[in-house]
């Protein structure tokens, strides 16, 4: 339950961090909000936590186009860590049964690494936002390299994972 | 002396390995990347781009090594044999023999139902670092008699954070409690109605050679002149010698009508079926007359119809203990009288003790059979006071009420027909039944 909880909060922080404030201010919008929030916790092992995602990145894009939001290091990194940690919270909220009894030292294990991972995201995540905004020519050529860079490292590392997970003969 | 069950999950790496299998956090950490990243890219937003970083960097972090073999599980018994009420204990270890942690091992154990064990029912997860070994210990309390098994274990565990799992149900790793009944106070201090060899502890109503003393009488041809009795002799002026009654063995035979279960048992604590009133019963009156050094055979009458031969002296004891913990009720169409009960089977002279409810029509037929072939018969009702049936409507009350009559009836029609029919209560139940069979074995019978 604690996990599940954890998941809900993270998935909250992400929601109230991504979407524009004039949507928070309705009962409706708030409402929302926690029910969206509320689906990666009863349903970790579902498609709620890729949608809770999805959904999140398109009111933040919504939030920073449409409204003037502005896109500051500190909500880029609080953004990206606490959707980070509703994946990897859902990932073993999915696998534990519901009425498992767990370990202190497996839940402190998974948030130490979940947030190790986090910091060392947001210190790459700063590098970059720091170095894009000295370019002149503004951040589309920006994105153009570093998503093609982070794609040509994801298709090496996919590549890998299909190698090493083959079955031996 | 403890119990070892081991399921070995790292024994062949190759084909173990293909237990590991992705989760959907795995697939969902390579979708959203490669959305984030492409949502960024086409509308030229850094700060999308960056969104993914974290699932990246994750995913390819943790799977930079991955497990190929899955746990050893072994299961380990203090003690697997045990009275009913005794503490159940034991441990449930996994080994990682992999250079890869797991970040999370679930245990659950599978857990017979009479084992009070409310921890150990409950899946335990926990964190195995490579090449290390985490014990669970088991504690519970063995309710009722009976086979007891704990294990399997079904066992998940989870590697490079979540992305990858692995499930198996470790089938061997099983430890297998015997869990003998209480026996219930029992001690019948009268003899039994028919002896049967010469040696044995119980004073028998034939004069013998050795013995309890049986009276004084006049010498007759064929009195050795050891057993004169000179004092008497003297004073009578006629030859007179003491005479003894003989010590015989008996041979007992248990019947047990287990055709029905009835009644609300919560093991040893608290209430008795049926079934737990009659092998606590059989126990205590098995040890009873083995301690005696009599001989003790048992019948199940149902449809399993088994048998157990009999024999004498503390091994048969344990042998009987053994027997009646497969004991099981049903079968209450076909439990085949002669295959259990039939006269090559029983001893002519046997005491039969039969352990019946009553509910079962076929359980009175039964000891009006065994009563009209002459042998030495005693009835002990098992079934609880306090039975009653599940509230089926409006008229269940008066519907039990009427069956309860008509066992009476029936105990009635039996007691007419010289079947003692006594009710089970431990220490001493039995004497006035067993005095009564006695005299009526004694005494002249006429032709049949």
Redesign the interface.
Known sequence: MLVRAGVGVAGLIALLVAVPAPALTTAYGLLGVVALAAGPALAP?GHW??AL??VT?GG??VA?TLWPEP?TVWR?LA???S??LV??L???A????S?????P??VV??LA??VA??V??SL??AA??AG?ARVST???Q???V???A??A??AA??S??AR??A??? | MSTVATFRGAGTRGVVGQHWRPTRALGRAVLLTGLLVLGGVLLGRVDVVLLATPFALGAAWALRRRPQALPDVEVTADRTALSEGEEVTGTISAVNADRTGYDALALRAAVAPWVDAPAIRLPQVLAVPPGEAVDLAVSGTALRWGRHRLGPVHVTALACDGLLIARHHASSATVDYAVYPITEPFDATETVPRAAGLVGQHRSRRPGEVGELAGVRQFAPGDRLRRVDWRVSLRTRQLHVAATLSDRDAEVVLVLDVLADAGHGEGSASGATVLDTTVRAAAAIAEHYLQHGDRVAMVEYSRAARRLRPASGRRQYLTVLEWLLDTSAGGSVGAAYDQVLGPHLLSANALTVVLTPLIDPSAAAMLARLTRAGRSVLAVDTLPPDVAPPDLGAHTDVAYRLWRLERDNTIGALREHGVPVVSWAGAGSLDLVLRDLSRSASAPRAGR
């Open positions: 092992d936590p890729s995602v999805l990145a933040w894009l920073t896109v880029v953004l990206s860590a959707l980070y994946h990897t859902a990932a073993l999915a696998a534990l049964p009425d498992a009894m767990v370990a030292d497996v294990g998974w690494r979940a991972v986090a060392v995201a790459l995540s970059v936002l894009a503004g951040g589309y920006v994105a153009t570093l998503g093609l982070v794609a490292g994801l590392t996919l890998l994972a090493r997970s079955p031996r003969s």
